[in-house]
């Protein structure tokens, strides 16, 4: 239910107040006639002028509120000053001359048309409602002015017909065009209220021409309530210019041309009917149907001056569009051009497009894959009709090895995509807005794995030459250790061993000597043949010392004797199976002997201090001018992982083997298993300097 403003609640209730109050104070009024009349004409001034102030004050938006107000004002106005003049002339109820002045409500009857036709119609159908109004205000007066005229009236009561017949005819003619033209529920409640006004209007007329007045109770209560009505339909009802109504009917113009000639037909009939019946004077009915042909002329003239105005508009209009269409050939021409060089330009992007290494992806404001590249469709496995149309959230959940990192892509710029054959693809992504209505964003796809990986290789190897410069480092400081600690044990043992036998033969050659001098030779020989026997000890000991620098095997018998025999000789120690194999194509130079002796012998070291081995195996040959190395067992093996702990930890022994090989130029190797043994291997090339480190 709608729900009325407090003010236009108070406007409705006000109006309805005074309606109440104005018909009761009519029906209390006396029966005497002069009284009653009196007092219908002040009710009728009272009634006009507190409507033209609620016009004025509250009126919902109606252009022609102001000429209406004056014209109930002007109603008012002339009411009270007909109450007075009958009040203090006591003349009563006639025609005079001053009934002319009623003519001056005509003013604001032809402004309330003005404002009306202002704000609904063209210049043009302004002009011609204004013709066409004024013929059928003119026929119908002139019908009313011939049927109300009494039979003997003189000039004044002539005039005064006049008078009340014109007013009657414009009142209806006005607002019943307005509402024609707008057929709105405010201008049919206005024509509703001025049409029964200009009907008592006429009554009226035909009862003050005759001298017949005597008031009656619907004359009366019509001219009382008509002009609350009014007010009640200008502050209660919006103008259709205030809801957007501003389109006028289109059959309103036809239909009052059409009206306008009947009616001054009609009025040319009816005056030249009844001219001599009503009495008129020959010069009065002449220049009634004078005036008539006069503004059907007007009329016909009016449309002829618009049936050519339109015919010139039509043909400006023509020639207009001509040119209009001549513009659009060359415009069209012009476009054309435009659209193929647009369509040229289109085709060679979208061979660009397709044709991209990079991906390229162009997404709409839901995030959903408007077009997509061949390359794209071949990064994430599918066909391109499968990528186009699906949001980006979709297609991770159809592509192969897409995760979160895909799927954050647009947003990350890194994304990746595990394919099944293990190697994953790796993708980086840039957005660029696309200024397009609907906005789109295109983004830019480029697989990056060659450069992931080759980052990925570089950043181990430098993690690797960074572990093996430590390495190196823990190495040599080791290295360095046992070299200074080999040196030690070397001068230890030839001054306990060596040095200390020849300075004790040095003292006993000493004493022979001066027992071979004072003639006690035969004691001089004893001592020299024990200094014999204390000499041949001190050199078997050098010579083991001078074994333990290099094996002494190898200056007499070579690298695979040598090689052969220390095999042996650890097995017979621990008690393990052994196995030699192998062969030498090439002669092997005395250094890379001796390195390939000591690789041999470090990994025996290692086998016997950790592998609790059963079985080792040995074999060495020369292959493509390489020499290869490689000791096998079986023992409890270990994670090649934890090498570099070993060495953290002082197990320096698999690292001084790779440094003895990489310092030859040469390739070390090591693979072992946890309970399944291990594989040491050695490649060292033949033409290398070997350098030779003993480590204990």
Same mark, same amino acid.
Request: proline share 3%.
């Given at each position: 239910m709608e729900v009325v403003a407090p003010s236009r609640t108070r406007r409705v209730l006000v109006i309805l107040v005074l309606a109440a109050v104005s018909v009761a104070l009519y029906a209390a009024l006396p029966a005497d006639t002069r009284a009653q009349a009196r007092g219908s004409e002040s009710l009728f001034a009272a009634t006009a002028l507190v409507a033209a102030f609620l016009v004025l004050r509250a009126a919902l938006g109606w252009p022609s509120r102001r000429s209406i107000a004056f014209l109930l004002m002007l109603v008012g106005v002339g009411a009270l000053t007909f109450l007075l003049s009958d009040v203090l002339g006591g003349t009563g109820y006639r025609p005079a001359w001053s009934d002319l002045a009623f003519l001056i409500l005509l003013v604001p009857l032809v402004l309330a048309l003005r404002d009306e036709l202002r704000a609904h119609l063209a210049p043009r159908d302004r002009r011609e409602t204004a013709i066409? $109004?004024?013929?059928i205000s003119f026929s119908l007066a002139a019908i009313a002015y011939t049927l109300?005229?009494?039979?003997?009236?003189?000039?004044?009561?002539?005039?005064?017909?006049?008078?009340?017949?014109?007013?009657? /005819?414009?009142?209806?003619?006005?607002?019943?065009?307005v509402a024609l033209w707008v057929p709105s529920v405010g201008h049919l409640l206005l024509f509703l209220s001025f049409a029964p006004a200009s009907l008592a209007?006429?009554?009226?007329?035909?009862?003050?021409?005759h001298e017949m007045? !005597?008031?009656?109770?619907v004359v009366d209560l019509v001219w009382i309530v008509a002009p609350l009505g009014i007010a009640a339909v200008l502050t209660l009802v919006p103008h259709p210019t205030a809801?957007?109504?501003?389109?006028?009917a289109r059959? /309103?113009?036809?239909?009052?041309?059409? $009206?306008? $000639?009947?009616?001054?037909?009609?009025?040319?009939?009816? $005056?030249s009917i009844l001219d001599s019946e009503q009495g008129l004077p020959g010069t009065q009915s002449t220049a009634i149907l004078a005036l008539l042909v006069v503004g059907i002329a007007v009329r016909i003239l009016a449309n002829q001056f618009a049936t050519a105005q339109a015919r010139s508009e039509?043909?400006?209009?023509? !020639?207009?569009? !001509?040119?209009?269409?001549?513009?659009?050939d060359r415009a069209l021409g012009r476009e054309r051009e435009a659209n193929e060089t647009l369509r040229s330009s289109e085709e060679h992007l979208r061979l660009v497009f397709d044709a991209a290494a990079d991906g390229f992806v162009e997404l709409d404001e839901r995030n959903v894959i408007v077009r997509a590249n061949e390359a794209f469709a071949w990064m994430v496995g599918l066909d391109r009709s499968m990528v186009e149309g699906r949001s980006w959230d979709a297609l991770t959940g159809i592509v192969q090895g897409g995760g979160p990192s895909f799927q954050q892509l647009p947003e990350t710029g890194q994304g990746e995509i595990r394919r099944a054959e293990g190697q994953p693809l790796y993708l980086e992504s840039r957005i660029s807005n696309v200024p397009t209505l609907p906005p789109r964003r295109l983004m830019l796809v480029r697989d990056v794995t060659a450069a992931k990986v080759a980052d990925r290789t570089i950043r181990s190897l430098f993690q690797f030459l960074q572990d093996r410069d430590e390495d190196r480092? @823990?190495?040599?400081? @080791?290295?360095?250790?046992?070299?200074?600690?080999?040196?030690n044990r070397i001068a230890r043992d030839l001054h306990d061993g060596p040095v200390q036998g020849v300075s004790a033969a040095s003292l006993s050659l000493e004493a022979a000597l001066l027992m071979i001098k004072a003639g006690d030779v035969d004691r001089g020989l004893e001592v020299l043949t024990r200094l014999r026997g204390e000499l041949a000890g001190e050199a078997d000991a050098l010579r083991r010392l001078m074994a333990g620098l290099r094996p002494p095997v190898l200056e007499e018998r070579g690298l695979m004797p040598a090689l052969r025999e220390t095999l042996a000789r650890f097995g017979t120690d621990l008690g393990v199976a052994t196995e030699f194999t192998g062969h030498l194509d090439a002669e092997i130079p005395g250094d890379l002997e001796t390195l390939a002796f000591r690789v041999v012998q470090e990994a025996l070291t290692n086998i016997a201090k950790h592998a609790d081995a059963s079985r080792v195996t040995v074999h060495v040959s020369s292959e493509q001018e390489h020499l290869r190395i490689e000791v096998e067992d079986d023992g409890t093996g270990f994670e090649t992982e934890r090498a570099r702990d070993f060495l953290r930890s002082g197990r320096v022994g698999l690292a001084s083997m790779r440094e003895r090989v990489e310092l030859a130029s040469g390739t070390f190797a090591v693979r072992s298993t946890p309970g399944r043994g291990t594989a040491v291997m050695a490649t060292i090339p033949l033409d290398s300097v070997a350098v030779t480190v003993t480590v204990p």
């Open positions: 066409d $109004v004024a013929l109300l005229r009494p039979a003997d009236a003189d000039a004044v009561v002539s005039s005064s017909t006049a008078v009340f017949a014109l007013l009657a /005819a414009a009142t209806f003619t006005v607002f019943a065009a209007s006429l009554w009226f007329g035909w009862q003050w021409t007045f !005597e008031g009656t109770l809801r957007g109504e501003t389109n006028p059959v /309103a113009r036809p239909v009052m041309t059409s $009206v306008a $000639v009947m009616a001054a037909c009609a009025a040319l009939v009816v $005056v039509a043909r400006d209009a023509l !020639e207009h569009r !001509e040119r209009a269409l001549r513009e659009a480092t @823990r190495l040599l400081r @080791r290295t360095n250790a046992a070299i200074e600690q080999e040196r």
